[in-house]
């Protein structure tokens, strides 16, 4: 993809599943560059599924394909998504019956005033970004949920959260409100640079552990490295839709023989034993 100072060199792998016990997948994948998103639906599977969709829809109308975008493109794709979102609710609708959706993504923009190109991570819900530096998982976006309130208030521990009884209950979603507060970051692109997006279906079934060893493998899978993950999760039982993005991006740096930019680092042992516990905020 062509950038201000040259070209970025992308490679992604993306998977979603319904999982072992429901029988609609209420995910949703954009994995078109510059963006990729994960989006989760809620509010019953025919909104669900139309919700995380919409969302899908939403940025694909106002991201052009194959260039950096704008932080405010992308800004303008998530209120836009809210807006089509809500009106997926008939009037009077409430809890359950309201259509709803996590987004989660990252998407390279040009920051403007010079600053050059970033990726923009982004996200609403309990839906994730983690960055792989080929050594270290770390935990990007910081959930919107019941137990992470929870936890940064330290009334519970990180380690208790996956097994509270309000651990499926968030507190943002596109949809729910009038107006949508997305959390952003803005991480500087350059050099080699791997991200993980996924939706909870993962995250609740596969540990940071885990997930550290198989990226920090040489994938064999069909559907690379995010087939694995979602194997992963449906190995240990996949309770819920299950979806993974893996996006490689190198920026200057020398390529794999295959074209892919993967960074393993210098061994699994290292890169299990650094791993960030989940829980622990961007």
């Known amino acids: 993809m062509p950038i201000p100072t040259g070209s970025a060199r992308i490679a992604h792998s993306a998977r979603t599943h319904v999982g072992n016990v429901r029988t609609v997948n209420e995910d949703s994948l ?36 194959g260039a950096p975008s704008t932080p405010e493109r992308v800004l303008d794709a998530i209120h836009s998504s809210n807006d089509v979102v809500r009106a997926l609710s008939d009037e009077g609708d409430e809890g359950t019956a309201v259509a709803g959706t996590t987004v ?15 990726w923009m991570v982004f996200n609403v819900g309990d839906s994730r970004v983690y960055a792989w530096d080929g050594r270290r998982l770390e935990q990007v976006t910081v959930d919107h949920s019941a137990v992470q309130e929870m936890v940064d208030a ?25 107006h949508v507060e997305p959390d952003v970051w803005l991480i500087p692109a350059s050099g080699r640079q791997v991200f993980l997006l996924c939706s909870d ?14 990226l920090a493998g040489h994938s064999m899978h069909a559907a690379g490295l995010a087939g694995e993950l979602v194997d992963a999760a449906l190995e240990a039982g996949a309770r ?16 794999d023989e295959d074209g892919t930019t993967r960074d393993r680092g210098d061994g699994l042992a290292e890169a299990v034993e650094q791993t960030t516990p989940r829980g622990n905020g961007g």
């Open 30 to 65: 954009l994995a078109q560059p510059p963006v990729y998103l994960v989006a989760d639906g809620m509010g019953g599977h025919a909104r669900g599924d139309a919700a995380s969709r919409a969302v899908v829809e939403a940025f694909r109308r106002h991201l052009d394909g």
């Open 104 to 118: 989660s993504g990252i998407a390279m923009v040009d920051a403007g005033d010079g600053r050059g190109v970033h």
């Open 154 to 178: 330290g009334l519970i521990r990180a380690e208790e959260a996956e097994k509270h009884p309000d651990r499926n209950v968030i507190t943002r979603a596109v949809g729910a409100d009038a």
């Open 201 to 214: 279906g993962l995250s609740k079934e596969v540990g940071d552990v885990e997930i550290a060893r198989i």
């Open 240 to 255: 819920d839709n299950v979806s993974a993005i893996v996006v490689e991006s190198d920026l200057g740096g020398a390529a």
